[in-house]
Structures are given as C-alpha cells and as structure tokens.
C-alpha cells in the first residue's frame, strides 16, 4: 500500500501534510502563510504538524540538508512529535565519540560533529544518530541498513564511513567523514565558473554515484546539499541513508517497509517521476536526478521552475509528470550568465544544441528512455567537452562531419579551406570572367574540384553511418583508416583529387600523432603533385610544406629543411611578400633553430613577422604566431628583456581572439612557459604547462597534450618535486603508446623519465627507462640520427651521477662526435655535449684534458651564444667547479662570482644556488670564513625554498654548510647537518646515493 493509499486514514492525512509541505518550502513568508490559510482551513491539528516540520528544516545545516519529504507517518500511538526538541547536548558520549555540535536535523536523525574520545585516535567526524520516536524495528533496520551500504562504499568522492555502532540507549549511530564545503551550485556561483568547468565538476559527482550503481546501491535522493565542494574543490557525495539496495539477495524489502509507515524518501524538485507516482526505483531514478542538477549547473533554475510550475509535487503526481522540461538554452538570462562569466546569446548558444539534448535525454519521463547508466551520461558530457558527437543525438552525417570538423580543426582545417577558399575564389573569378576567360575557366575548374572534395569527405562520413559500423560509434582513427582506404581503392582514375584527399587525410593522421600513414600520404600526395603540376606549383609547395612539418616532429631536422627551403623558393616566386612566404619562413626558422643555427633562425622569424604585420595587421592571428615563435627564439638566444613583452603581446591577441580555454592561448602560455623557466620562474612556468595541458586534454589534441604533459613533468623534477614528476613524466609516456607514436618518440619520453628518476636518486628505475629509450631512438632511426645523441647524453650524465665514469665515457664521446658530425665543430649543442665529456675525462684521471675540454666548450659556446647566455653560463659553472678540484680556488672563485650574477640576472634560481654553493666552497678553502659561511647558508636556503627540505639537491648544501662547520665554526651545528642530510637522501633515494657516501666520509673527518 503506497503511503497516499485509500483506506489507511493516517496515511492519507501525513500524504496532505507532504503536499502541503511542498508548496511552501521555497515561498517567502507572506505566501507560505496564505498557503498555510488555504490547505489548512479549519484543521488546527495539521497546520501544527506542518510547522512542526517546517521548524525542524529551519534549524538543519544547509551542509547536512535533510530530504524535504523524509518524515515519519503512522507512529506506533499515532501522534506527532516536536522536531525541533532537543535529543543530545554538547559533550554527550555516544560509544567512542563525544559531540561538539549539532550541524544537521532530518526527519530520521541529527547530524553532530563529533571527536574521538576514546584516545585511539584524533579525528572528527559527522555523527549520524537516530531521533526518539523513530525507532520501530522497522525504522530501526533501515538506519542499520544505511550504515551498511556506507561501509561498502569506498570511492574518493563519496564521503565515508568511519565508524559506526550502538549507542547506550540501543539506537544505531554511524560516524562519518566530516565534509567541510558548499553546495556544489552555491560554490559554483560564488565562483562564477563558466559553463565547461561547472560540467566537469559535475563529472566527479557522476562518477561517484555510477560507482554506487556497481555496487547495486541507489541513492534516491541527489541534489545539490548532497554533493558538497570543499574549498580546495574536491567533490564529495553525502547521504546515501535513502539508498535502495538492490541486491535482491540481501532479503530487503525497503519499499514495502516504508511505505507501510507512510515514508516518501524523496526531495520532490529532484525525483524523478516514477519516484514521485510511488513506482519502482532504478539506476535510472539517479540519472534523473543528474539530468535536474545539471539543468541548474548550467541555467541557474531547475526544470519545474523553468516550466513556471510551482513544483512537481504540488501537482498531481500524472500532471507533474506529463510535462517535459523545457530546453535549457531557452532558460539563458542576464543574471545566469553573469554567474557563467558570460553574456545571455553566449550562454544561450552555449547551451544550444548538445547540452540541450543531452539533458532532455537524462530527464526523459520514461526511464528506460533516459541515459542507461549514470557512465553513460558522463561519456556524453566528456564527449561534448571534447567536441565529439553526443550518442543523445541522433545521427546524421553533415551532424558527424560538422563534429569531427570541430574536434580536428588543425587538421581538418585543410578540408574546410579547400572548400571556403574555393568558394571566396569563386566570387572573384566570377567579377574578372568578363575580362579573363582563361580566369573564368580555372574558377569552374577549382569549383569543380571543391565540389568533389566536399562530396568525398561526405561519403567518407556517411561511412560512419549505423548501417555500416552494425550501430558503434566509429572512433576517428576508423574513419580515417576507411577513408584513406577510399581514397586509394576509388581515386586512381582521379589523381588530381586523389592527392587533394591524400594531402587532407594525411594531415588528420599528422593531428592524430599517427605519423607513419601520415608520411605514406604526404609523399604519395607530394610526388603525384610533382608530375601534374611541376616542381615551381603552388600545390607542389603545399605538399612540401606539410611533408616538412611532419619530419620536423619526426626529428629529421635535416630532410625537413631541405622540403622548406624548397617551398619557401617557390613561394618567394609566385607570391613574394606574402603571408604564405611568411608561414614558410617562420616554419623554417624552427628547423634552422633545431639544427643549431639560432642566428639564422630569428633572423628568418623577424621577416616572417614583418611581413604579416604588413599584410595582415597588428591584431591578426598570425602575427600573434609569429611574436611568440620570434620570442621562444629569442629567449635560446638569451633575450629575454625582448622576448617577454613579445609572450605578453601574443598572449593578449589569443585571449581577446579566442579566449583563455583555446588551444592558440595554449600554445602562447606553454611557450611562454619555457622562457619562465630559463628565468628561473620555475613555479609559474608549472603553473603555465599545467594550464596548457588541460586546454590540449579538452581540445583533444594528443600531440600538444603530450609535449605540454612532459614538460609539466619536466618542471616539476627541476623543483625537486620528483613524485609529482614522475606521476606526469609517465602519463606523457603512456600518452605517446596509447597515440601509437613511432617508437622513437616513446624512447624520447622514456628518456626523459628515465632522467628525471636519475636526478631524483632512483638509479634502480632510470637506468633501464634510460637503456630503453636509447634503444628505441636507435632503432626507429639508426645510430645517427638528431635524437641519438641527446639520448646517449642522458644516459650518460646519469652514470656519471653514480660514479660509473668507465661506462659512462663512451656514451658522452660518441654522442659529441655525433653532434659534431650532424651541427658542425662550432655547434652550441655539441659544445654543450662536450662539458659532459671534459667532467667525465677529468673524474677519470686525465685532468688536464678534462680542463682543456671544459674550456674549448665554454668558449666556443661564449663565441655562439655571448657571455651571458645561459648555456654560456652554465659551461662557464663546469669549468669553475672542476678548476675548484684541481686545486685552483682563486681562478674558479672569480668566475663563480661573474656566473652568479649572470644566473641572479636572467632570475635562473636553479643554477644561481649552484653557483653560489660552489663560490663558498671555493671561500672556504681560501679560507675567507666569513663570506663561506654566508654563501653556503644562502645557497642552503636557495636550495630549501626551490626543492624543499627532503630534497637530495637540498641534502647536498647542507652537506657542504655541515662540513664547513664541523671544521671551522660549530661542531654541533656541522654534524647535526650532516646527520640530517644522510638521513633525507637514505629515506628519498637510498642508501647508495653519492651524495650519502660524501656525508659519511665528512662526518668521519670530525671525529
């Protein structure tokens, strides 16, 4: 019997009390008192009762907000009770744990914070207990029941269970994580967050209750005072003490159980209809649920207000639910767009299309027409965040093309400006026909092939038709793979389409990182542009255009340039000062930078930012492009004073064009990134990397994701954050296989792991990362290719790091005679290389030519680069510390003074704190105490505050202050130091670390 049955008097009266509680919940209080008039005329005995529970929600905690309609109906002596009566008081003790304050008041219980006064333990925690009144065996085994489906549920954004038992006076309590935040809508407003960030906050939430699903529990009453945000923004789900257990093994019967008592477990704004007629409760009822507060994440309403109802449940349950929500973007006003940081139109195209249809779907009246799963939902909201087609809409093709278009712009852009300009084309051929027929007949040829082009990518997207794909959602890699198969099986009688298709195909693998049926592609579509156009045509240059782009990634610095230099002579003859010259000179300033030509390099970026600037105007989009390659150009070459307001201007352009969540903002932030960390603003480049990754990660876009993940990584590691670095370092490793790279990319990334354990102390999981990676390079693309020696060169700087300078000898030779034979004798690269080589030939006994090595790579570098750049400044280091242990202090105390100013004025931290903890070794022993001990505490601190205090780079200053002490000034101090640092590197990085043997032998000369 459902709990408004007839013939059960009780229960139809607490049924009037519930609908009457409804209608004047959300009313102010002039129009709760005329509703209270209306329903309650003449009948004292039920308006009591509904102020009674109106009372007991005043005083409940919005953080522990009780269902509105969970009250209790026919009682064993079928009488009310005061809600509001106080049942606990402050310092009571229920089993192990003493209440502080009551936070929360429902219809079954309070909620109190509560502290462990038992000793075990400190922790507080949210203590659940049950009202007096309320505790029938019924009631009683359904609270027991609810502190059982907690203690199964196990999920990082679910609060949980930590206790529970039986109080003194036999009722059931249960302790639960304390959660300290807001309503997930209230911390969203408060924070005015865009509608994509309210939506991926949201995705934790949903995430939590599909967990709930697999383990058969239901939890039947989702809304916003359920799904708390902590300040931190941690989403955390609250409250399962409505759940339905549907594991039918467990023999319950919840619904027949409390429905007997006259129980409606439900908020009636966010059940679902079958909750609300009294039907049977599914996954679905959750997904409902969702779909309501998503409808108020992004609108600010929920579906019943947005239709103009007074709510669900004031109507008849039939009549509630016969009404289908209104579209969500028809909901845009003024004041929900300024709590979405946007404008009314932007919000109302926002939510236009897939959001509307997605949360339609999730609030469909019939369950089984809704969202299957709660998982199902969030795939759709992660889809629609990536720009992929949402299964909630159906398919069609130009919906699928439109999608896919949307989702690969940097490669699909091909297709669409085949198209576009084609048709711009046509409109300016048209207006010359009357004075060119030859014009007029090229114009119908390009129009002809526009149409072609177009008509086959549409035969390649109706490929992704259910028919064909049996009803699955083909990802991108299959509808390229099908379409590069068409492309071949049904062009050949086409070549002029076919390397049209061959070129646009290719660029979408390029997009993908799929580069090896990219480069099949783009040298078919090269070589058959070749033979029907010549080798001076514009579409030959467009070919080796992309081919170049390609070989660049790949590494083939050296192919790559010979295909620009190629295009930019063609280009330079048909265009002259074009922007299409532009594009090519600037992509062939990066390979000229690659291959060590830094000059020659910004040079060419100068004129490819000139000529837009011309061509296009300050604000184009393309001449942001060419500022910030000119800048990151700038900053290898240590200009940093003209490359920072370069970052800023390209950065302003992205933003005001795109915005701050477009993948062009992305790339200007990570190139700004790694002029902040040559300045030493390691802590804001992080910062930056982070923020680009997750632009890229949204976008999806692999490549861009990938090299933002790895630098992040990278930074992390250089802040001694080795945990954090590794976590990310692996993910832009498993980002690579899972694009399927050619495995000289993944022996690159395993390198740079490898490198990055290296310098954390973990020899044990580098080397064979730093094994694997070399391997990989060498086989992908032979002994000498550009990538080989900069692995050789990691590999070999982590042996020398453990001391294992006879294997570590050969690497660091044959990857500088590498350098030297690839970049020339003079090469800043391969002078670089040999500061490796003149540390290592010095710790192997050959100290003259070690110097005279450390030497040779600091001039040639202070020829190429000037004095005070960084790689300069850096050999410069090298050749002072090994002056330092060849026993010539006043020779390497003189340069480290010109090197840590260097360092301080470029603001690179890192290298500064090196060179001021070698400049007080050298003080030391030119026995100038005074200014020893102050720049080794200095490096001490630097050190602290960039790596922390555990870390090994850290463990080595104290190693050299405590040394110093121990044998100059306090003993105490000294060995107290050295002590520590052993200690901070055995726990960190073992007890075979270098740097624990050099505390040792330093502690034994103090005794």
């Given at each position: 019997?459902?709990?408004?049955?007839?013939?059960?008097?009780?229960?139809?009266?607490?049924?009037?009390?519930?609908?009457?509680?409804?209608?004047?919940?959300?009313?102010?209080?002039?129009?709760r008192?005329?509703?209270?008039?209306?329903?309650?005329a003449?009948?004292?005995?039920?308006?009591?009762?509904?102020?009674?529970?109106?009372?007991?929600?005043?005083?409940?905690?919005?953080?522990?907000?009780?269902?509105?309609?969970?009250?209790?109906?026919?009682?064993?002596?079928?009488?009310?009770?005061?809600?509001?009566?106080?049942?606990h008081?402050?310092?009571?003790?229920?089993?192990?744990?003493?209440?502080v304050?009551?936070?929360?008041?429902?219809?079954?219980?309070?909620?109190?914070?509560?502290?462990?006064?038992?000793?075990?333990?400190?922790?507080?925690?949210?203590?659940?207990?049950?009202?007096?009144?309320?505790?029938?065996?019924?009631?009683?085994?359904?609270?027991?029941g609810?502190?059982s489906?907690?203690?199964?549920?196990?999920h990082?954004?679910?609060?949980?269970l930590?206790?529970?038992?039986?109080?003194?006076?036999?009722?059931?309590?249960?302790?639960?994580?304390?959660?300290?935040?807001?309503?997930?809508?209230?911390?969203?407003d408060?924070r005015?967050?865009?509608?994509?960030?309210?939506?991926?906050?949201?995705l934790?939430?949903?995430d939590?209750?599909?967990?709930?699903?697999?383990?058969?529990?239901?939890?039947?009453?989702?809304?916003?005072?359920?799904?708390?945000?902590?300040?931190?923004?941690?989403?955390?789900?609250l409250?399962?003490?409505?759940a339905?257990?549907?594991?039918?093994?467990?023999?319950?019967?919840?619904?027949?159980?409390?429905?007997?008592?006259?129980?409606?477990?439900?908020t009636?704004?966010?059940?679902?209809?079958?909750?609300?007629?009294?039907?049977?409760?599914?996954?679905?009822?959750?997904?409902?649920?969702?779909?309501?507060?998503?409808?108020?994440l992004?609108?600010g309403?929920?579906?019943?207000?947005?239709?103009?109802?007074?709510?669900?449940?004031?109507?008849?349950?039939?009549?509630?639910?016969?009404?289908?929500?209104?579209?969500?973007?028809?909901?845009?006003?003024?004041?929900?767009?300024?709590?979405?940081?946007?404008t009314?139109?932007?919000?109302?195209?926002n939510?236009?299309?897939?959001l509307?249809?997605?949360?339609?779907?999730?609030?469909?009246?019939?369950?089984?027409?809704?969202?299957?799963?709660?998982?199902?939902?969030?795939r759709?909201?992660?889809?629609?965040?990536?720009?992929?087609?949402?299964?909630?809409?159906?398919?069609?093709?130009?919906?699928?093309?439109?999608?896919?278009?949307?989702?690969?712009?940097?490669?699909?852009?091909a297709?669409?400006?085949?198209?576009?300009?084609?048709?711009?084309?046509?409109?300016?051929?048209?207006?010359?026909?009357?004075?060119?027929?030859?014009?007029?007949?090229?114009?119908g040829?390009?129009?002809?092939?526009a149409?072609?082009?177009?008509?086959?990518?549409?035969?390649?997207?109706?490929?992704?038709?259910?028919?064909?794909w049996?009803?699955?959602?083909?990802t991108?890699?299959?509808?390229?793979?099908?379409?590069?198969?068409r492309?071949?099986?049904?062009?050949?009688?086409?070549?002029?389409?076919?390397?049209?298709?061959?070129?646009?195909i290719g660029?979408?693998?390029?997009?993908?990182?799929?580069?090896?049926?990219?480069?099949?592609?783009?040298?078919?579509?090269?070589?058959?542009?070749?033979?029907l156009?010549?080798?001076?045509?514009?579409?030959?240059?467009?070919?080796?255009?992309?081919?170049?782009?390609?070989?660049?990634?790949?590494?083939?610095?050296?192919?790559?340039r010979?295909?620009?230099?190629?295009?930019?002579?063609?280009?330079?003859?048909?265009?002259?000062?074009?922007?299409?010259?532009a594009?090519?000179?600037?992509?062939?300033?990066?390979?000229?930078?690659?291959l060590g030509?830094?000059?020659?390099?910004?040079?060419?970026?100068?004129?490819?930012?000139?000529?837009?600037?011309r061509?296009?105007?300050?604000?184009h989009?393309?001449?942001?492009?060419?500022?910030?390659?000119?800048?990151?150009?700038?900053?290898?070459?240590?200009?940093?004073?003209?490359?920072?307001?370069?970052?800023?201007?390209?950065?302003?352009?992205?933003?005001?064009?795109?915005?701050?969540?477009?993948?062009?903002?992305?790339?200007?932030?990570?190139?700004?990134?790694?002029?902040?960390?040559?300045?030493?603003?390691?802590?804001?480049?992080?910062?930056?990397?982070?923020?680009?990754?997750?632009?890229?990660?949204?976008?999806?876009?692999?490549i861009?994701?990938?090299?933002?993940?790895?630098?992040?990584?990278?930074?992390?590691?250089?802040?001694?954050?080795?945990?954090?670095?590794?976590?990310?370092?692996?993910?832009?490793?498993?980002?690579?296989?899972?694009?399927g790279?050619?495995?000289?990319?993944?022996?690159?990334?395993?390198?740079?792991l490898?490198?990055?354990?290296?310098?954390?102390?973990?020899?044990?999981?580098?080397?064979?990362l730093?094994?694997?990676?070399?391997?990989?390079?060498?086989?992908?693309?032979?002994?000498?290719?550009?990538?080989t020696?900069?692995?050789?060169?990691r590999?070999?700087?982590?042996?020398?790091?453990?001391?294992?300078?006879?294997?570590?000898?050969?690497?660091?030779?044959?990857?500088?005679?590498?350098?030297?034979?690839?970049?020339?004798?003079?090469?800043?690269?391969?002078?670089?290389?040999?500061r490796?080589?003149?540390?290592?030939?010095?710790?192997?006994?050959?100290?003259?030519?070690?110097?005279?090595?450390?030497?040779?790579?600091?001039?040639?570098?202070d020829?190429?680069?000037?004095?005070?750049h960084?790689?300069?400044?850096?050999?410069?280091?090298?050749?002072a510390?090994?002056?330092?242990?060849?026993?010539?202090?006043?020779?390497?105390?003189s340069?480290?003074?010109?090197?840590?100013?260097?360092?301080?004025?470029?603001?690179?931290?890192?290298?500064?704190?090196?060179?001021?903890?070698?400049?007080?070794?050298?003080?030391?022993?030119?026995?100038?105490?005074?200014?020893?001990?102050?720049?080794?505490?200095?490096?001490?601190?630097?050190?602290s505050?960039?790596?922390?205090?555990?870390?090994?780079?850290?463990?080595?200053?104290?190693?050299?202050?405590?040394?110093?002490?121990?044998?100059?000034?306090?003993?105490?101090?000294?060995?107290?130091?050295?002590?520590?640092?052993?200690?901070?590197?055995?726990?960190q990085?073992?007890?075979?670390?270098?740097?624990?043997?050099?505390?040792?032998?330093?502690?034994?000369?103090?005794?």
């Amino acid at each position: 019997m459902t709990a408004g049955a007839p013939g059960n008097p009780q229960a139809e009266r607490w049924a009037r009390v519930g609908e009457i509680l409804d209608a004047v919940l959300d009313v102010d209080a002039a129009e709760r008192e005329r509703i209270l008039d209306e329903r309650c005329a003449g009948d004292a005995g039920l308006r009591a009762e509904v102020e009674s529970l109106l009372r007991a929600e005043a005083v409940a905690d919005a953080r522990f907000e009780a269902p509105a309609l969970e009250w209790a109906g026919a009682l064993a002596d079928g009488g009310g009770f005061d809600a509001a009566a106080p049942e606990h008081v402050r310092g009571e003790r229920i089993g192990p744990w003493r209440l502080v304050e009551e936070i929360g008041r429902g219809g079954m219980g309070t909620v109190w914070r509560a502290e462990r006064a038992d000793g075990a333990y400190e922790q507080p925690a949210a203590l659940k207990l049950i009202r007096r009144g309320l505790d029938s065996n019924a009631i009683l085994a359904r609270f027991v029941g609810e502190r059982s489906i907690l203690a199964r549920l196990q999920h990082p954004h679910i609060a949980r269970l930590i206790d529970g038992g039986i109080a003194g006076d036999g009722r059931p309590y249960f302790a639960m994580e304390l959660v300290e935040g807001e309503p997930i809508t209230d911390w969203c407003d408060r924070r005015r967050l865009s509608v994509r960030d309210r939506i991926r906050l949201l995705l934790s939430a949903i995430d939590a209750v599909q967990y709930a699903h697999q383990q058969l529990v239901v939890h039947r009453d989702l809304k916003p005072s359920n799904i708390l945000v902590t300040a931190a923004g941690e989403v955390k789900l609250l409250d399962f003490g409505i759940a339905k257990v549907l594991d039918a093994s467990a023999g319950r019967a919840d619904a027949a159980t409390m429905t007997q008592f006259g129980f409606r477990m439900l908020t009636p704004e966010y059940a679902a209809p079958e909750q609300l007629r009294g039907e049977a409760v599914t996954t679905a009822t959750d997904v409902y649920a969702l779909g309501v507060l998503l409808y108020e994440l992004l609108t600010g309403l929920r579906p019943t207000a947005a239709r103009g109802q007074r709510g669900a449940a004031a109507e008849a349950p039939n009549e509630a639910s016969a009404r289908a929500p209104t579209r969500p973007s028809t909901q845009a006003s003024d004041a929900a767009a300024r709590l979405r940081a946007s404008t009314t139109p932007r919000l109302r195209r926002n939510l236009r299309g897939d959001l509307d249809t997605i949360v339609l779907r999730a609030l469909h009246e019939e369950p089984e027409r809704r969202y299957r799963t709660a998982e199902a939902l969030r795939r759709d909201l992660l889809r629609h965040l990536a720009g992929r087609p949402v299964h909630a809409r159906p398919d069609s093709r130009w919906y699928r093309l439109r999608k896919f278009v949307a989702r690969h712009r940097t490669g699909v852009v091909a297709a669409a400006l085949v198209a576009a300009s084609l048709a711009a084309g046509l409109v300016a051929t048209a207006w010359q026909a009357r004075r060119a027929e030859l014009r007029a007949l090229e114009a119908g040829r390009q129009a002809q092939r526009a149409e072609e082009v177009k008509a086959f990518l549409i035969t390649v997207f109706e490929s992704g038709g259910p028919r064909e794909w049996r009803g699955k959602e083909p990802t991108a890699r299959e509808l390229l793979d099908a379409g590069a198969k068409r492309v071949d099986e049904e062009l050949a009688g086409n070549p002029e389409l076919r390397a049209e298709m061959q070129a646009i195909i290719g660029e979408l693998y390029f997009d993908q990182g799929r580069l090896d049926p990219a480069e099949r592609l783009l040298r078919s579509s090269l070589e058959q542009r070749r033979e029907l156009s010549g080798e001076d045509s514009e579409s030959y240059a467009d070919s080796l255009g992309k081919l170049a782009d390609l070989l660049y990634v790949n590494g083939d610095w050296t192919q790559a340039r010979q295909a620009q230099v190629q295009a930019l002579r063609i280009l330079r003859q048909r265009f002259g000062e074009h922007p299409r010259t532009a594009a090519a000179l600037a992509s062939l300033s990066l390979t000229e930078l690659a291959l060590g030509n830094a000059v020659e390099a910004i040079d060419l970026q100068r004129q490819a930012l000139d000529i837009d600037r011309r061509a296009l105007g300050p604000s184009h989009v393309r001449v942001a492009d060419d500022m910030r390659i000119l800048a990151a150009l700038l900053v290898d070459r240590g200009g940093g004073a003209e490359a920072g307001p370069l970052f800023e201007q390209a950065l302003a352009i992205y933003e005001k064009l795109y915005g701050v969540r477009s993948v062009r903002y992305a790339l200007g932030l990570n190139a700004q990134a790694m002029f902040l960390q040559k300045q030493g603003e390691t802590e804001r480049a992080a910062t930056a990397y982070r923020h680009a990754a997750d632009v890229y990660r949204e976008a999806g876009d692999p490549i861009n994701l990938e090299d933002a993940v790895s630098h992040y990584g990278a930074a992390l590691c250089s802040l001694g954050r080795f945990d954090e670095a590794e976590r990310y370092l692996r993910e832009s490793l498993e980002l690579v296989r899972r694009n399927g790279a050619a495995p000289s990319r993944i022996g690159i990334r395993s390198v740079s792991l490898g490198r990055c354990l290296a310098e954390a102390g973990r020899f044990a999981q580098a080397m064979p990362l730093l094994r694997e990676g070399l391997s990989l390079v060498e086989q992908d693309l032979g002994p000498d290719h550009a990538w080989t020696p900069i692995a050789l060169t990691r590999y070999a700087q982590s042996l020398a790091d453990q001391g294992d300078v006879a294997q570590a000898m050969p690497l660091a030779e044959r990857a500088f005679a590498l350098f030297q034979h690839q970049l020339g004798a003079d090469s800043a690269l391969g002078a670089d290389s040999l500061r490796l080589l003149a540390r290592l030939r010095f710790l192997a006994g050959e100290r003259a030519a070690g110097m005279a090595q450390a030497r040779r790579a600091w001039e040639t570098l202070d020829r190429i680069d000037g004095p005070r750049h960084p790689l300069t400044a850096a050999a410069a280091l090298d050749l002072a510390d090994l002056q330092l242990q060849a026993g010539e202090p006043l020779q390497a105390e003189s340069r480290l003074r010109e090197v840590a100013e260097i360092f301080d004025a470029i603001g690179d931290r890192p290298d500064a704190s090196t060179a001021r903890l070698l400049l007080g070794i050298a003080q030391d022993r030119l026995q100038r105490d005074g200014e020893a001990e102050k720049s080794l505490r200095r490096a001490l601190t630097e050190r602290s505050d960039l790596y922390g205090r555990s870390s090994p780079k850290t463990a080595e200053a104290e190693i050299r202050l405590g040394s110093f002490l121990l044998r100059r000034g306090d003993p105490v101090e000294g060995r107290r130091l050295l002590e520590a640092a052993r200690s901070s590197v055995i726990q960190q990085s073992g007890a075979t670390h270098p740097l624990v043997r050099l505390a040792a032998a330093e502690l034994s000369k103090g005794r």
